[in-house]
């Protein structure tokens, strides 16, 4: 499993968010034969690092597929071209985004539709985890952080309906008892749940 992490400031943050994945038991991460050649990838986006994975989301969306027989059946950890690497994605996680103004979260229908498409034409299964403490959610100085979220998890919704099993959304909020701090906003990369 290829795990790439997006955050907007330490690297000490990105260790723990890689340390808790690989302590995260998935009956879809294990279900893979060893003998699978196909690498997985799991993009992390933390904070402002929501905005690469809304950019790769994009990219994913308009990519035009291409067929590469010769590079399929390599053994190999990590993609080796744009395509293997589109084809390589099993779960993105927005974990606790948020921006100084509207674009957190992904809104535009036709990104999803076609992320739905490519799924569906490439046989491949994606899954998005929206992980979010009140400290983003409840933010009534930037209300725009909860409606992006509230509809990029509406329109993940809606096209998992049709996807036939190809893709599937889930949110997560944690600390929700606590009044939002700064301090949960950090405390979330020791606890997500990756499973």
């Known amino acids: 499993i290829t795990v790439l992490v997006f955050e907007s400031s330490s690297l000490s ?4 968010i890689v340390s808790s994945v690989e302590k995260t038991s998935s009956t879809e991460r294990h279900s893979t034969p060893a003998s699978s050649t196909c690498p997985k990838t799991i993009l992390l986006g933390f904070s402002k690092g929501g905005v690469v994975l809304n ?7 308009s990519y035009e597929s291409q067929e590469r027989h010769h590079l399929q059946h390599q053994d190999h950890i990590l993609p080796h071209s744009m395509d293997e690497f589109f084809k390589s994605i099993v779960e993105f996680h927005y ?3 948020g921006l100084n103004c509207p674009g957190a979260y992904p809104t535009d229908h036709t990104v999803i539709n076609k992320t739905r498409k490519f799924a569906e034409a490439n046989n491949n299964t994606i899954r998005f985890v929206v992980h979010g403490t009140p400290r983003q ?3 009534c100085g930037r209300p725009w952080i909860r409606e992006d979220k509230e509809k990029f ?3 993940l919704g809606v096209e998992s309906k049709s996807s036939n099993g190809k893709l599937h959304a889930c949110e997560r909020l944690y600390f929700s008892e606590q009044h939002p701090s700064l301090q949960m906003h950090f405390e979330i990369i020791e606890c997500v749940n990756l499973g």
């Open 13 to 16: 943050k990105a260790e723990k």
């Open 55 to 61: 950019q790769l989301l994009s990219e994913l969306a």
């Open 95 to 97: 974990i606790d985004v």
């Open 137 to 139: 959610w409840s933010d």
């Open 153 to 155: 998890v509406h329109l």
